[in-house]
């Protein structure tokens, strides 16, 4: 129903005595149900539907003949008499006392096309939490699914299980966090794992409960939804006009995100149904893909292609080259050693004949140079240890990560079964479907 329009009440007996009453009912019935005595001659306002609807509420909520005052009602305004009831009745705890043609008229008819109004999803709420029993629960349930609503497996997807950021690493993988991150291994695991935690949230949705409590007569507390007492608000002129609308699809998808009231989520979840089991049976084939027979991950910074047999020849042997280069410095020559060397034996060789300062001096040059020798001996033997090291680590590594390709292709096989129960699992909740009651 449209309440973006009040109804002109120009011309008609004072309301204020009346729309000040009405506040109070709504008070009154929020808090524990009960309904003020009405003073005499407020409700005798000509051409106002609300006065002979207030009227008929006091009445219905007395359990005496409200068939009067709810026939004068409707003739003025029958679609605001049937909302006003309704939700008036719900809030008070009495859904059970309305009519079924009055669920009809005040929650009309739905469209994807058409945004929901806002007495439209207060009625839905209402019926949601059991206000109007098994009855009112299955005619939302039929006003709902008599809509298609356009299955977009994705949308439906995030709205129950959000995806995760953290990637899911494999336990055979835990090892070598850089396989986990191969899309064609990441894929299935993740897939998995969200197939997983979609029958979990399906799970909660539709697992049995007890039929929610509407009225602080069973909760101790008020109304806990804020739609329907706004609505009622703004059918007695006390509220705000009708805000900004959502689409029936909108409104869907919010239902069904995590944390959302579980009776609620149970429509949505009906309804959408057939796209959460195509969004489903897409996850158990991505969860069933077989593992790469091959791939190229990186190894000590170097790319190396894994095979079920090993790591490929000629990609390891350019991993070492690279290696070798990487880890080698370039040094210069060593031609300083030797010339020393050779100055050193000159000196040592004229200094018998000349001095015996030219002799120290030529044993003292001598010795620079064998030092500068055997220090880039030193150095090369370092090199050459370093690199070893880095050689051994190659293949070693890339041995460990063939073998936890193997063990990770073992896990997939009991990952695609566990996919497959998930889903059977899964698609028994969605035929299940919500509890009426």
């Known amino acids: ?66 068939m009067e005052p709810l026939s004068r009602a409707a003739s003025l305004d029958e679609g605001r008499t049937a909302l006003f009831l309704c939700l008036a009745l719900a809030v008070a705890g009495h859904g059970d006392r309305i009519h079924a043609s009055w669920l009809g008229t005040a929650f009309g008819d739905l469209s994807d096309d058409h945004p929901v109004t806002s007495g439209q999803r207060a009625v839905w709420l209402a019926a949601a939490r059991g206000a109007y029993g098994p009855v009112g629960k299955i005619f939302v349930l039929r006003k709902l699914d008599a809509v298609a609503v356009p299955a977009e497996d994705a949308l439906w997807l995030n709205a129950l299980v959000p995806e995760e950021p953290a990637a899911v690493v494999p336990q055979a993988l835990t090892g070598f966090p850089k396989l986990a991150e191969i899309p064609e291994i990441s894929g299935p695991v993740q897939a998995a794992a969200r197939l997983s935690r979609l029958r979990e949230r399906c799970a909660e949705i539709t697992a049995s409960r007890q039929p929610a409590a509407v009225s602080k007569d069973a909760t101790g507390s008020v109304w806990p939804d804020a739609e329907p007492l706004t609505v009622l608000r703004t059918l007695i002129g006390q509220g705000d006009q009708e805000g900004p609308l959502s689409s029936l699809r909108g409104h869907l998808l919010q239902d069904v995100q995590p944390g959302v009231e579980p009776h609620l989520a149970a429509l949505a979840l009906h309804v959408a149904a057939p796209a959460v089991k195509a969004a489903a049976e897409s996850l158990l084939r991505a969860a069933q893909e077989p593992p790469p ?79 500068l020798l ?59 479907g919500p509890r009426a009651a």
Do not use: C
Not at 38 to 51: M, N, R, T
Not at 337 to 352: D, E, Q, R, S
């Open 1 to 66: 129903m449209d309440l973006s329009k009040n109804p002109d009440v120009a011309g008609l007996a004072d309301t204020t005595e009346l729309h000040r009453y009405a506040e109070a009912l709504l008070v009154h019935l929020a808090a524990d149900g009960s309904a003020p005595g009405l003073p005499p001659g407020i409700a005798d306002v000509p051409g106002y539907w609300l006065a002979p609807a207030v009227e008929a509420l006091i009445l219905t909520l007395a359990g005496e003949d409200a």
């Open 293 to 371: 027979e091959t791939v190229t991950v990186p190894v000590l910074g170097h790319p190396v292609v894994l095979r079920p047999e090993g790591p490929d020849r000629d990609s390891m042997q350019a991993a070492e080259h690279g290696i070798v280069t990487q880890t080698v410095p370039d040094r210069r020559g060593n031609w300083l050693g030797y010339v020393l060397i050779g100055i050193g034996v000159i000196l040592l060789g004229t200094g018998f004949a000349v001095s015996p300062a030219a002799v120290l001096a030529g044993v003292a040059v001598a010795g620079w140079g064998a030092f």
């Open 374 to 432: 055997w220090r880039r001996r030193v150095q090369e033997q370092a090199d050459l240890d370093r690199v070893q090291a880095r050689l051994a680590e190659l293949h070693e590594t890339a041995e460990g990560a063939v073998w936890a390709l193997h063990e990770h292709a073992r896990e997939s096989l009991k990952r695609a079964d566990a996919a497959t129960e998930d889903f059977t699992e899964l698609t028994r909740l969605l035929r299940r």
